[in-house]
Every structure is written in structure tokens, then in C-alpha cells.
């Protein structure tokens, strides 16, 4: 059987992701006398709306793969549900609505959090029993045991088209801002001018309707949306699909220090892709290495080689910026 160390920390982080979320939730029910049950107790935000569409759509997956036998399928399903569209973007963006609004807003967040939260435990029991037990235990639930809990099945009229729709638009949108963070080394709590240049007015409504999500998901100052957006001469850019997002760069890096930081950056880079190449391509290592060792070097090589070309792409802005400041 093979199984890495690394994957072990890997399902350890997983773990703490879930009790942290957990914990963030117990401290947002304070005050809430509601149950997990989805209740008609507000209006609902898109976000709310589109988490209970993506848990509904996990719970088809999961019982599909069940029934196929496919369980890294549905552990793996479950794995991006709760790591990536819990944890990463549906409670970062309601962070905002409960520590603003009273009254009926919070309190139709508050019972999304808790009604998603206790169906991703019983979705995960199986695979988790203690973890999902000890949290479950601490809900507003009923019955006595997660273990005898009815499992979760799918709802087809859960399917929100429309907050699916709108929050691919605003994941998108923020993707593109934290990729020119990485790409351009910004400390990723800097707040941020963003500049979207739109192929159209409905385009850039649509950036306006949802420009709350994407200045909070975002860390964004100031946000500007328009066909009549133009690009400043020290920024950065990442082109979507009818937009490119825009963030200026002026006054925010040293650009000299970052040429600097780059250029050692791609010499080690080289040095280690030379001395790969060399190993691989030599026959007696190949006929003889175990096949794993040699499969973990190419991949090694190719992403030295992806992140050899996303450095050389920044050396080129960086540049620019240089001959224009």
C-alpha cells in the first residue's frame, strides 16, 4: 500500500480546518435559539444561497459514489466541499453579516452556518466518526448520535442556478486578485486598489452588484468597474473571461530589491531543473531507479519549469515598472 507521510499531515490539517470552522460557529451561535434545521427566519445572502446549493450538490456526489463503491471519490468530494467552499470562501464572506447586521440577516446566516456545518458532518461521519461526533454533539441538533442521524440525500429543488451563477462570477474576480498577489509577492493582508476593466456595462453592473464579496474576499480598498477602465503604467493584470482585473503596483514594492529577489530566485531554480535533467536523462538511473522515484523527479522537473516561467513573467512586469518609475 502505498501512502505518504506527507498525506497523513495532510489529513491532520484537514481535521484542524474542521474544528477551527467549528469553533468560529459556536461563537457566531451566541444568542441564536434556532436548530440546524433550515428555518424561514430572514433573507437569505447570495452566499448563504449558493453554500446551500454546493452542499445539496455534495450530497448527490457522495451518495453516488457510495453506491459506486468509489469512496476516495466521495471522501475526496467532501474534502474540497468543506476545505475549499466552507471553510475558504463561504464563511470568509459572511464573516462581514454577522458582525454587522442584527435581527433577521444574521440570524438567516447563522442557521445556513449551522444547518451546513451539522450536513457536512453526517456527510462525514462515516469517514470521521470521532471528530464529527464531538463537534456534533456541541450543535443545536436533534437525536442522540450523528451515528444514527438519517444520512443526507440529494434535493433537486435546492439547486440555486442564480447563486451559483453570481458567486463563480465574484470567485473568479477574487482568484484573479490573489494570483497577482502570489505572482507579484504582496503581503496577502494588504489592502489593494483594484481596477476591472469590463467588455461592457452588464458586465460591470454585475462587478458593482457583488462588489462587497469581492472587496471582502478580496482585501480591496477601492474598486473601480467600467468598458472605459484603463490600465496605469506600473500595475499588474490578470485577464478573465470578459474582464481583466487590474491591480496598480505603484508605491506598494520596491522594485529594484524585487528584481533583485527574483533573478537569485530563477538561478537556484535553473540550477536544480540542470541537475534533474541530468539525472533523468541518464539511462543506467532510469533503467534501475523504482519507477515511483522516477515519476517523483519528472514532476519535480515540470514544476520547476511552470514556476521558472510564472518567474520570468513577473521579471517582466517588474522591469517595466523599473523603466517607467
Not at 463561504?90 to 447586521?101: F, N, V
Not at 442556478?161 to 504582496?186: D, K, P
Not at 521579471?315 to 515598472?321: C, D, I, P, R, S
Amino acid at each position: 500500500i502505498k501512502l505518504a507521510e506527507e498525506r497523513i499531515s495532510g489529513y491532520r490539517n484537514f481535521c484542524n480546518k474542521l474544528w477551527n470552522a467549528s469553533r468560529f460557529l459556536f461563537l457566531t451561535l451566541e444568542g441564536y435559539e434556532g436548530s440546524c434545521a433550515l428555518e424561514d427566519c430572514g433573507e437569505r445572502s447570495m452566499a448563504d444561497r449558493w453554500i446551500l446549493s454546493r452542499v445539496n450538490e455534495t450530497c448527490r456526489q457522495v451518495n453516488r459514489c457510495l453506491e459506486d463503491y468509489k469512496f476516495n471519490d466521495a471522501a475526496s468530494a467532501l474534502y474540497k466541499f468543506v476545505w475549499n467552499e466552507f471553510c475558504d470562501w463561504y464563511i470568509e464572506l459572511s464573516k462581514a453579516r454577522l458582525q454587522t447586521q442584527t435581527g433577521p440577516g444574521k440570524r438567516a446566516t447563522q442557521n445556513v452556518m449551522a444547518h451546513v456545518l451539522e450536513t457536512a458532518l453526517r456527510l462525514l461521519h462515516p469517514f470521521m466518526p470521532f471528530i464529527t461526533e464531538e463537534i456534533w454533539q456541541q450543535l443545536p441538533k436533534e437525536g442522540k448520535s450523528v451515528m444514527t442521524a438519517p444520512f443526507p440525500r440529494y434535493d433537486a429543488s435546492r439547486y440555486d442556478a442564480e447563486a451559483e451563477t453570481n458567486m463563480n462570477f465574484v470567485m473568479e474576480a477574487v482568484s484573479g486578485v490573489r494570483n497577482i498577489r502570489g505572482e507579484m509577492n504582496l503581503n496577502p493582508g494588504l489592502s489593494l486598489n483594484l481596477l476591472i476593466k469590463t467588455k461592457d456595462q452588464e458586465t460591470a453592473e454585475t462587478v458593482n452588484r457583488h462588489a462587497a464579496y469581492i472587496k471582502e474576499a478580496g482585501k480591496i480598498g477601492q474598486l473601480t468597474a467600467g468598458p472605459s477602465v484603463t490600465k496605469p503604467p506600473i500595475s499588474a493584470s490578470s485577464v478573465l473571461d470578459g474582464m481583466d482585473i487590474i491591480v496598480p503596483l505603484e508605491g506598494l514594492m520596491d522594485f529594484a530589491e524585487e528584481k533583485k529577489r527574483i533573478e537569485k530566485e530563477l538561478k537556484k531554480i535553473e540550477k536544480d531543473r540542470i541537475f534533474l535533467e541530468r539525472k533523468l536523462s541518464n539511462q543506467e538511473f532510469v533503467k534501475n531507479a523504482p519507477s515511483e522515484v522516477i515519476e517523483k523527479d519528472e514532476q519535480r522537473r515540470q514544476a520547476l519549469s511552470e514556476k521558472q516561467d510564472k518567474l520570468f513573467a513577473h521579471l517582466k512586469t517588474v522591469e517595466q515598472a523599473l523603466k517607467q518609475s
